[in-house]
């Protein structure tokens, strides 16, 4: 009997250990499957990474369900979308974007509803041509299935480089972005209205708790910024909406989980379509205007982040075409159930500082946005307070191309002043794309016919602007903008860099020296022993 059970334990024990190995097989020929499909390894990463930062994106992405339907819902104000069903319809599309960027493209991706777009849906469209929110919609539908048949005919990045100048593209995105700023301080209460200068300074006193809470969540979310605190948007909503609901400047939350509130789907409306009607042009406004911030923002922020993770192939974004494919999928969704226009999310770049190489963590992206669909009761009841912050700290964001724009060149300094101060003061972002364009296109032709020199990026004049315009003593005195505009370049500044230049060749002197290089050395020594004009006064 014992040898039995010593045989029969013997049995068992090898079965066991044969489950576990085929459990062991099967768990490490999937993971080995993610690995080789998304090429993880081969770009030097690993798993843990890619869902880590997937992870991150996410939680840098999500104000977008709560900052969404605030903008959305006051789009139709005769028939106002519940904030839920927005929520809804932000997540599927969101989940939809991401997942078809990380397939399709293998990118580490966030798609989402683009801010400055689900604006303009609101106030270019709805609000300036008196459309419903359905009809509207289907100027996002179009302009999606536009973009979806650009993309697929590889037209979307030779459309970009022939309309739009590069220093016209960087304007757009920080107009966007001052606009955004201007929603979010109107949220506040920190910018209202005023009969005397249109607008002003709001109720800066201490019983004013909506706009006390909304400025020490400025402070708070500003310092998590500061300090690299990754998911800082969203921790810093958090805490201003358990602020409110605290002090009950605000109602808190029902619940924590529902089903998703479909509600908002297949609302779409092609009724104003009709050729000759009355808000026919408007819909074909609002859908051009549409597709080019969207095409215009897509091909700036995939080459962007792009060069962040390092994954560029000889200057140019790998697998673009199907980005582009990617983010019309995601805004013919969206259109379908309800949102706006989706585009690349700028705070991917917190998963790709984080690790991120490969779609999968863009999938990741994608499953915690499907999830996020299922906490509609939590996410609506955040106050408005809570997510003005946010669209405020956005706008600072889209800031940085401001310096990629060469201001004392008045060739591109102007098309782009039109463009950032038109749409924030105009509130409407089509009026000033269109200003910059129109302006960039009078330019380009009177720059022909005058044969003006071309606008060159990043070009800094050295000793040639001595030649090209003459100098003023009057203007070394007064350095003002008008004395610099007037009589150009400052003899000081050209005599500085006369000296820098000069240092460098004496530095760099040596046995294999060109004649050429000794005659520039003794040609800018010569120009610094003359007298400078600053001694005749």
């Given at each position: 009997?014992?040898p ?28 080995q ?33 709560v900052v ?31 997942l ?165 789907a ?29 095409l ?16 560029l ?19 013919m ?39 996020s ?7 609506s ?77 990043g ?27 007037a ?13 820098q ?36 006064f």
């Amino acid at each position: 009997l014992r040898p039995r059970l010593k045989d029969s334990r013997k049995a068992m024990g090898q079965e066991t250990m044969a489950g576990e190995q085929q459990t062991s097989s099967l768990s490490g020929g999937w993971l080995q499957y993610l690995d080789r499909s998304f090429q993880v390894s081969a770009r030097g990463s690993n798993l843990q990474t890619e869902i880590r930062s997937g992870f991150i994106s996410w939680m840098t992405m999500s104000y977008i369900l709560v900052v969404n339907p605030v903008i959305l819902g006051g789009a139709d104000l005769e028939n106002p979308v519940p904030a839920a069903q927005i929520m809804t319809a932000t997540a599927i599309s969101a989940a939809i974007g991401s997942l078809a960027v990380g397939i399709l493209a293998d990118a580490p991706l966030g798609l989402m509803p683009g801010m400055g777009l689900n604006a303009y849906f609101a106030f270019g469209i709805c609000h300036a041509f008196e459309v419903s929110f359905g009809q509207a919609m289907s100027c996002c539908f179009v302009s999606g299935a536009m973009l979806l048949a650009l993309a697929l005919m590889g037209f979307c990045n030779w459309i970009v480089a022939k309309v739009l100048s590069d220093h016209l593209k960087k304007a757009i995105t920080v107009a966007i972005g001052i606009f955004q700023a201007l929603i979010g301080f109107q949220a506040m209460g920190l910018v209202v209205p005023s009969p005397d200068t249109l607008i002003t300074i709001g109720n800066m006193s201490l019983s004013n708790g909506h706009l006390n809470l909304a400025l020490a969540g400025f402070v708070l979310i500003s310092a998590m910024l500061v300090n690299k605190v990754h998911g800082a948007l969203i921790l810093g909503m958090m805490a201003m909406s358990l602020c409110a609901w605290c002090t009950e400047l605000s109602p808190p939350p029902s619940g924590v989980f529902s089903w998703p509130d479909f509600g908002g789907a297949f609302l779409i409306d092609f009724s104003a379509w009709t050729p000759g009607g009355p808000k026919f042009i408007g819909m074909l406004v609002g859908t051009v205007v549409m597709l080019f911030v969207a095409l215009f923002d897509l091909a700036g922020v995939q080459f962007g982040l792009m060069g962040i993770a390092k994954l560029l192939k000889d200057g140019e974004v790998p697998r673009s075409k199907s980005i582009f494919s990617s983010a019309a999928l995601g805004t013919m969704s969206g259109a379908l159930l309800g949102t706006s226009p989706v585009i690349i999310a700028n705070e991917s770049s917190a998963g790709i500082v984080e690790g991120a190489r490969t779609g999968l963590s863009a999938c990741v992206v994608s499953f915690l946005f499907v999830v996020s669909a299922f906490m509609s009761p939590l996410l609506s009841s955040i106050p408005r307070v809570a997510t003005s912050v946010p669209l405020v700290l956005i706008g600072a964001f889209m800031m940085a191309p401001c310096s990629g724009v060469d201001w004392d060149n008045l060739r591109a300094a102007i098309p782009s002043f039109l463009t950032i101060t038109v749409v924030p003061f105009t509130y409407s972002i089509h009026n000033g794309i269109i200003a910059g364009i129109l302006m960039d296109a009078f330019f380009a032709i009177t720059g022909t016919v005058l044969k003006e020199a071309p606008v060159v990026s990043g070009a800094e004049p050295l000793l040639s602007s001595m030649s090209a315009s003459p100098v003023s003593p009057v203007s070394s005195r007064m350095r003002t903008p008008h004395s610099v505009m007037a009589f150009g370049a400052s003899e000081a500044v050209v005599r500085e860099k006369a000296q820098q230049l000069l240092a460098e060749l004496w530095r760099c002197q040596g046995a294999a020296s060109t004649q050429e290089e000794m005659r520039l050395a003794m040609a800018l020594e010569s120009y610094l022993q003359l007298p400078s004009a600053l001694e005749y006064f």
